[in-house]
T-cell receptor
Framework: GAVVSQHPSRVICKSGTSVKIECRSLDFQATTMFWYRQFPKQSLMLMATSNEGSKATYEQGVEKDKFLINHASLTLSTLTVTSAHPEDSSFYIC????????????FGPGTRLTVT | GNSVTQMEGPVTLSEEAFLTINCTYTATGYPSLFWYVQYPGEGLQLLLKATKADDKGSNKGFEATYRKETTSFHLEKGSVQVSDSAVYFCALSVPGSNDYKLSFGAGTTVTVRA
């Protein structure tokens, strides 16, 4: 089956620093990837849609200058949390859209970000 | 717009009990329906899906039938195990529109006790 990886799985950073999270589709190409944020005991909130070779589309209320998304290749999208603050602490999950006919989203294992 | 409403939890069951998690939806267009499972500390895994009315998705003993007349996609398992303890999310997407975004329900936490 299609596999999506995320790196790192956990990261702790100090307030004011930036953190980059990578999302890779390991055995398929994905022109579209999605970034979600999940608060404890809550559902996934879509943050943005990442399209290879073009600018990401952000959902309403998500600061694009705060959460920088780069989809530089068909297998890699990155999310950079800039000038992180404790309220940015969360579980970030990416998914990659398979374009092989099923248009199914395959999810990464998630990244736990803690900002101190 | 598209939305998913699922049964609120938490749900606590004994091993071998019957599990039902209700899910209803509203959608513009003809949606595909999904159940995802999330184990503690992990991302989401697709459990099953159905793409058209009366389709039944099944996997690992779980089943859900796409009911267009009642706009529902209830998840069932006849005999749960401790390893089924997880959070279950119902979701939909409308192929060909909305960039294949998924709309998720709030999630239902299921705990199975030995």
């Amino acid at each position: 089956g299609a596999v999506v990886s995320q790196h790192p799985s956990r990261v702790i950073c100090k307030s004011g620093t930036s953190v980059k999270i990578e999302c890779r589709s390991l055995d398929f190409q994905a022109t579209t990837m999605f970034w979600y944020r999940q608060f404890p005991k809550q559902s996934l909130m879509l943050m943005a849609t990442s399209n290879e070779g073009s600018k990401a589309t952000y959902e309403q209320g998500v600061e694009k200058d705060k959460f920088l998304i780069n989809h530089a290749s068909l297998t890699l999208s990155t999310l950079t949390v800039t000038s992180a603050h404790p309220e940015d602490s969360s579980f970030y999950i990416c998914s990659a859209l398979s374009s092989g006919g099923s248009y199914e989203q395959y999810f990464g294992p998630g990244t736990r970000l803690t900002v101190t | 717009g598209n939305s998913v409403t699922q049964m609120e939890g938490p749900v606590t069951l004994s091993e071998e009990a019957f599990l039902t998690i209700n899910c209803t939806y509203t959608a513009t267009g003809y949606p595909s329906l999904f159940w995802y499972v999330q184990y503690p500390g992990e991302g989401l895994q697709l459990l099953l899906k159905a793409t058209k009315a009366d389709d039944k998705g099944s996997n690992k003993g779980f089943e859900a039938t796409y009911r267009k007349e009642t706009t529902s996609f209830h998840l069932e398992k006849g005999s749960v195990q401790v390893s089924d303890s997880a959070v279950y999310f119902c979701a939909l997407s409308v192929p060909g529109s909305n960039d294949y975004k998924l709309s998720f329900g709030a999630g239902t936490t299921v705990t199975v006790r030995a």
